[in-house]
């Protein structure tokens, strides 16, 4: 497991200084810092939005740095697409799938870049022999000449580690490679890494599981909020360390959860499992109480609240509102027991963009605003009026596309939108992702006041501070698993993260 | 190992099996579209009837090889008829002005226009990041006016125009005539870049997945201009074929050709969204649609019922290749999860 001995004094492969991105006004990265050396595995590491994709989309050459300096062995360079990061010798593994579902697991692997003979023409046979190695380097008995089509997504995971592996590259940099992947696939792929490591790549591993970060990697880089905080030999960090890095924030009073009286329970899930997605999770929210759903990316959060709401069925369990079960999968009669879901992209499940704000806000209720089947304009103009009033909406004219908006109005309309059904349950999915400060305060001013008059919440968000800071109760969720449960005393940030990525017991 | 090589083997006998099947089918459907018109009207395989069936189709077959480089990529260019009518005109007018021009030069003039055409089209597509359907349907409108306005109401005829260019419109080398070689020329060298050469595979890709092209390093946006101009330039040299064989061309030469083409592509099964089908299938397609044509001329089926006879064949290639998708791609996972089960 000890690291092979790399110089730490010799000239970085690859080297990023004060690297900054912004998307509109989001600053995704502000100070990216890295070296890789050869010999060297490092791990990044840092909560979602940290800023540790974009870090390696500016390396991989997907996107340009708006500032900072890049440098290869020294000299100064500058990417322009994903060509050139190539040339320079750098493999990535990208956490969006990049395959072509119509051409073979060989042609995937070499897209770009296939093995020529006599007069230029793809030398087949070479290609296929080349890809085999791979994938027998890998482990994983592939047949090369299938289509990617209907792999499963560990398989389609190893044609992208194989299409990093296909030349020789001096960086590799790998992006939550291991989240699909089972143990003896993680084993192999931690060999295979190890042999590059000795032959003099430098690699770059992302990953949300410490114990993988402590068993691969030589070093590690912290990232927060858009920045590299830290960085260290891994001998110096304890996973606890880790975790603090990550977090290391104060919480200040952004949070206003005023003290609810907490009252019946409204939802209980009762042991709801849907295959392959999250199995046996039971729980459930009261009258007046925020819940928070944590854990990580793709632990199966979302797809409860869908599966409560209706829109996935499960496969076993069921889910009461106010004592009454609901039917499966059918989103319908949850809305009509009372329950309202906001989903996590307002921009495509949310929100008609092209309508009116009037429209969008009053889109649940359009039955009772209708005589004739025609919607009486005065009617709807007043509904909507009455909660652009009560959530402080910021808006020019009501007729205005809800696309003018920012994102903070627009989510304030979706949530005019759900809360003019009068629903017992809210259903909040990453309520405040993409928001400013300003406007995210008081969308958790109005969680609060809600839940102050007897609404039931579940949230399900990805920031820390805001599960700490809003919720009652605080459920945490590891790959498709619930793995702890905390009340507002006992949760804070470490205990969190320790339920979502399984480092040590829960304390 | 044993079992993967077995496995191997299923799979590769699979896939080519739908390879194969999808261009057979053509093949098939000609086959029995000839016997049945022949039955019924024996004049219909008569040499002179096949030699114009295989004349008609040439045209349409060199427009359908353009249409599915394009369409492989996910785009579309429904200008190509539009820049055949410009084509077939430059080249007339050619002649007809001067009998002694070199041939050569006109064939180089006539698929250079078509090739500027093109490049038009390709640069509003990817560095305009207009989507191809709305570019090339200005452009069908913009060539086909442009055509009108450079015409002026003129005609060229056949007796203005010199004997050795219509020749090749009507001529055989070794009884094959010149224009069905020249298609099978074209249909064999775009084939094989397609199939063994690395920017035609990238065209695959891109169609397949345009982001991960991108990020596996596919220069896209050059490989998507090439298309893009070799379709305008095939439509280029099919203009200067159209007026080699029919003589007679004013501004609305091929108005029209450019949905036949793309129905060719589809009845050969080039899929709509890019990423799969060969050239092969689009000139059977094209050969398809015009013997369907021509038999039911023969059979004296009235002018309706040829062109819905050509509306239901596209819905029959559609709704098998759907079938056929669905088919292989439960198979592919049901092999996965006996593998995942061992």
């Given at each position: 497991?000890?690291?092979?001995?790399?110089?730490?004094?010799?000239?970085?492969?690859?080297?990023?200084?004060?690297?900054?991105?912004?998307?509109?006004?989001?600053?995704?990265?502000?100070?990216?810092?890295?070296?890789?050396?050869?010999?060297?595995?490092?791990?990044?590491?840092?909560?979602?939005?940290?800023?540790?994709?974009?870090?390696?989309?500016?390396?991989?050459?997907?996107?340009?740095?708006?500032?900072?300096?890049?440098?290869?062995?020294?000299?100064?360079?500058?990417?322009?697409?994903?060509?050139?990061?190539?040339?320079?010798?750098?493999?990535?593994?990208?956490?969006?799938?990049?395959?072509?579902?119509?051409?073979?697991?060989?042609?995937?692997?070499?897209?770009?870049?296939?093995?020529?003979?006599?007069?230029?023409?793809?030398?087949?046979?070479?290609?296929?022999?080349?890809?085999?190695?791979?994938?027998?380097?890998?482990?994983?008995?592939?047949?090369?000449?299938?289509?990617?089509?209907?792999?499963?997504?560990?398989?389609?995971?190893?044609?992208?580690?194989?299409?990093?592996?296909?030349?020789?590259?001096?960086?590799?940099?790998?992006?939550?490679?291991?989240?699909?992947?089972?143990?003896?696939?993680?084993?192999?792929?931690?060999?295979?890494?190890?042999?590059?490591?000795?032959?003099?790549?430098?690699?770059?591993?992302?990953?949300?599981?410490?114990?993988?970060?402590?068993?691969?990697?030589?070093?590690?880089?912290?990232?927060?909020?858009?920045?590299?905080?830290?960085?260290?030999?891994?001998?110096?960090?304890?996973?606890?360390?880790?975790?603090?890095?990550?977090?290391?924030?104060?919480?200040?009073?952004?949070?206003?959860?005023?003290?609810?009286?907490?009252?019946?329970?409204?939802?209980?899930?009762?042991?709801?499992?849907?295959?392959?997605?999250?199995?046996?999770?039971?729980?459930?929210?009261?009258?007046?109480?925020?819940?928070?759903?944590?854990?990580?990316?793709?632990?199966?959060?979302?797809?409860?609240?869908?599966?409560?709401?209706?829109?996935?069925?499960?496969?076993?369990?069921?889910?009461?509102?106010?004592?009454?079960?609901?039917?499966?999968?059918?989103?319908?009669?949850?809305?009509?027991?009372?329950?309202?879901?906001?989903?996590?992209?307002?921009?495509?499940?949310?929100?008609?963009?092209?309508?009116?704000?009037a429209r969008?806000?009053t889109l649940?209720r359009m039955r009772a605003l209708t005589r004739l089947g025609l919607i009486r304009a005065g009617a709807e103009n007043?509904l909507?009026?009455?909660?652009?009033?009560?959530?402080?909406?910021?808006?020019?004219?009501?007729?205005?596309?809800?696309?003018?908006?920012?994102?903070?109005?627009?989510?304030?309309?979706?949530?005019?939108?759900?809360?003019?059904?009068?629903?017992?349950?809210?259903?909040?999915?990453?309520?405040?992702?993409?928001?400013?400060?300003?406007?995210?305060?008081?969308?958790?001013?109005?969680?609060?006041?809600?839940?102050?008059?007897?609404?039931?919440?579940?949230?399900?968000?990805?920031?820390?501070?805001?599960?700490?800071?809003?919720?009652?109760?605080?459920?945490?969720?590891?790959?498709?698993?619930?793995?702890?449960?905390?009340?507002?005393?006992?949760?804070?940030?470490?205990?969190?993260?320790?339920?979502?990525?399984?480092?040590?017991?829960?304390? | 190992?044993?079992?993967?090589?077995?496995?191997?083997?299923?799979?590769?006998?699979?896939?080519?099996?739908?390879?194969?099947?999808?261009?057979?089918?053509?093949?098939?459907?000609?086959?029995?579209?000839?016997?049945?018109?022949?039955?019924?009207?024996?004049?219909?395989?008569?040499?002179?009837?096949?030699?114009?069936?295989?004349?008609?189709?040439?045209?349409?077959?060199?427009?359908?090889?353009?249409?599915?480089?394009?369409?492989?990529?996910?785009?579309?260019?429904?200008?190509?008829?539009?820049?055949?009518?410009?084509?077939?005109?430059?080249?007339?007018?050619?002649?007809?002005?001067?009998?002694?021009?070199?041939?050569?030069?006109?064939?180089?003039?006539?698929?250079?226009?078509?090739?500027?055409?093109?490049?038009?089209?390709?640069?509003?597509?990817?560095?305009?990041?207009?989507?191809?359907?709305?570019?090339?349907?200005?452009?069908?409108?913009?060539?086909?006016?442009?055509?009108?306005?450079?015409?002026?109401?003129?005609?060229?005829?056949?007796?203005?125009?010199?004997?050795?260019?219509?020749?090749?419109?009507?001529?055989?080398?070794?009884?094959?005539?010149?224009?069905?070689?020249?298609?099978?020329?074209?249909?064999?060298?775009?084939?094989?870049?397609?199939?063994?050469?690395?920017?035609?595979?990238?065209?695959?890709?891109?169609?397949?997945?345009?982001?991960?092209?991108?990020?596996?390093?596919?220069?896209?946006?050059?490989?998507?201009?090439?298309?893009?101009?070799?379709?305008?330039?095939?439509?280029?040299?099919?203009?200067?074929?159209?007026?080699?064989?029919?003589?007679?061309?004013?501004?609305?030469?091929?108005?029209?050709?450019?949905?036949?083409?793309?129905?060719?592509?589809?009845?050969?099964?080039?899929?709509?969204?890019?990423?799969?089908?060969?050239?092969?299938?689009?000139?059977?397609?094209?050969?398809?649609?015009?013997?369907?044509?021509?038999?039911?001329?023969?059979?004296?089926?009235?002018?309706?019922?040829?062109?819905?006879?050509?509306?239901?064949?596209?819905?029959?290639?559609?709704?098998?290749?759907?079938?056929?998708?669905?088919?292989?791609?439960?198979?592919?996972?049901?092999?996965?999860?006996?593998?995942?089960?061992?």
């Amino acid at each position: 497991m000890t690291p092979a001995a790399f110089d730490p004094a010799s000239e970085p492969i690859i080297a990023l200084r004060g690297a900054s991105k912004s998307y509109g006004a989001v600053r995704a990265l502000r100070d990216g810092t890295l070296e890789l050396r050869a010999g060297e595995v490092r791990g990044l590491i840092g909560e979602n939005g940290a800023g540790k994709s974009t870090l390696v989309k500016v390396l991989g050459g997907v996107v340009r740095r708006d500032d900072g300096e890049m440098l290869a062995n020294g000299e100064s360079v500058d990417f322009h697409s994903p060509h050139d990061a190539r040339d320079a010798g750098i493999a990535v593994i990208y956490q969006e799938p990049t395959l072509f579902p119509d051409l073979s697991i060989a042609e995937n692997v070499v897209m770009g870049y296939h093995p020529r003979g006599a007069l230029g023409r793809i030398d087949r046979r070479t290609m296929h022999r080349q890809v085999h190695g791979l994938l027998d380097r890998l482990g994983v008995p592939l047949d090369s000449d299938r289509p990617v089509r209907g792999l499963s997504i560990a398989d389609q995971q190893i044609v992208e580690i194989a299409k990093a592996l296909s030349f020789d590259a001096r960086v590799l940099i790998m992006d939550e490679p291991t989240a699909a992947l089972s143990g003896p696939e993680v084993e192999r792929l931690f060999a295979v890494v190890r042999a590059l490591q000795e032959q003099g790549a430098a690699i770059l591993f992302i990953s949300h599981r410490l114990d993988e970060i402590q068993a691969i990697c030589g070093t590690v880089t912290v990232m927060r909020d858009g920045a590299v905080v830290h960085d260290a030999p891994i001998g110096d960090m304890t996973p606890d360390d880790m975790v603090r890095r990550m977090v290391g924030r104060e919480l200040g009073a952004l949070f206003p959860k005023q003290d609810a009286r907490i009252g019946e329970p409204v939802l209980k899930v009762h042991r709801l499992t849907r295959e392959g997605v999250f199995v046996d999770v039971s729980f459930e929210v009261r009258a007046g109480e925020i819940v928070a759903l944590a854990g990580l990316v793709g632990a199966g959060r979302s797809e409860v609240a869908r599966a409560i709401f209706g829109i996935d069925r499960a496969d076993a369990g069921h889910v009461e509102i106010s004592g009454t079960r609901l039917p499966a999968g059918r989103p319908l009669a949850a809305m009509r027991a009372g329950i309202a879901f906001v989903p996590e992209d307002r921009r495509l499940q949310g929100l008609v963009m092209d309508l009116s704000i009037a429209r969008n806000a009053t889109l649940t209720r359009m039955r009772a605003l209708t005589r004739l089947g025609l919607i009486r304009a005065g009617a709807e103009n007043r509904l909507a009026r009455d909660w652009a009033e009560r959530l402080r909406l910021r808006y020019h004219r009501l007729e205005d596309p809800v696309g003018f908006l920012s994102g903070g109005n627009q989510q304030k309309v979706v949530l005019a939108k759900w809360l003019a059904t009068e629903p017992k349950l809210l259903i909040l999915d990453e309520p405040t992702r993409g928001i400013d400060v300003g406007t995210k305060a008081e969308v958790h001013r109005l969680m609060s006041e809600l839940a102050g008059r007897g609404l039931a919440v579940l949230m399900i968000s990805s920031e820390l501070p805001e599960v700490l800071g809003m919720a009652d109760r605080v459920l945490v969720m590891r790959e498709g698993l619930l793995t702890g449960e905390l009340s507002r005393e006992e949760a804070d940030e470490e205990r969190v993260i320790r339920a979502a990525t399984g480092v040590g017991a829960a304390a | 190992m044993t079992a993967v090589a077995v496995e191997g083997a299923r799979a590769r006998r699979l896939t080519e099996w739908v390879l194969r099947v999808r261009e057979l089918g053509i093949v098939a459907a000609l086959a029995l579209l000839i016997t049945v018109t022949a039955i019924l009207e024996p004049r219909f395989i008569e040499a002179n009837s096949l030699r114009n069936l295989a004349l008609n189709a040439s045209i349409f077959a060199i427009l359908a090889v353009g249409q599915t480089l394009v369409i492989i990529t996910r785009n579309v260019d429904l200008s190509v008829g539009s820049i055949l009518g410009l084509s077939a005109f430059l080249a007339g007018d050619l002649l007809s002005g001067n009998q002694d021009m070199a041939l050569p030069l006109v064939f180089l003039l006539g698929i250079g226009l078509g090739a500027a055409c093109g490049l038009l089209n390709g640069v509003l597509v990817t560095w305009g990041q207009v989507p191809a359907l709305v570019v090339t349907l200005g452009t069908l409108y913009a060539f086909r006016g442009l055509a009108f306005l450079w015409t002026d109401g003129r005609q060229v005829n056949a007796e203005t125009l010199p004997d050795s260019f219509l020749n090749i419109g009507s001529d055989s080398i070794a009884g094959i005539p010149i224009l069905v070689l020249i298609a099978l020329v074209i249909v064999v060298l775009v084939g094989q870049w397609l199939r063994d050469y690395r920017p035609g595979r990238e065209l695959y890709a891109i169609g397949s997945n345009p982001e991960g092209a991108r990020l596996a390093g596919v220069r896209s946006d050059r490989r998507v201009l090439v298309a893009f101009i070799l379709a305008g330039a095939l439509a280029g040299l099919g203009g200067v074929l159209f007026t080699a064989r029919f003589g007679t061309v004013d501004a609305t030469a091929g108005t029209g050709y450019e949905l036949t083409v793309i129905a060719a592509a589809v009845v050969g099964g080039v899929a709509i969204f890019g990423g799969t089908g060969t050239v092969y299938g689009a000139a059977l397609g094209a050969l398809l649609l015009g013997t369907i044509t021509s038999s039911l001329i023969v059979l004296r089926v009235e002018a309706f019922w040829q062109q819905a006879a050509i509306g239901a064949l596209l819905l029959v290639a559609i709704a098998l290749d759907k079938l056929v998708a669905v088919r292989i791609e439960a198979a592919l996972r049901r092999r996965r999860s006996a593998r995942r089960a061992d």
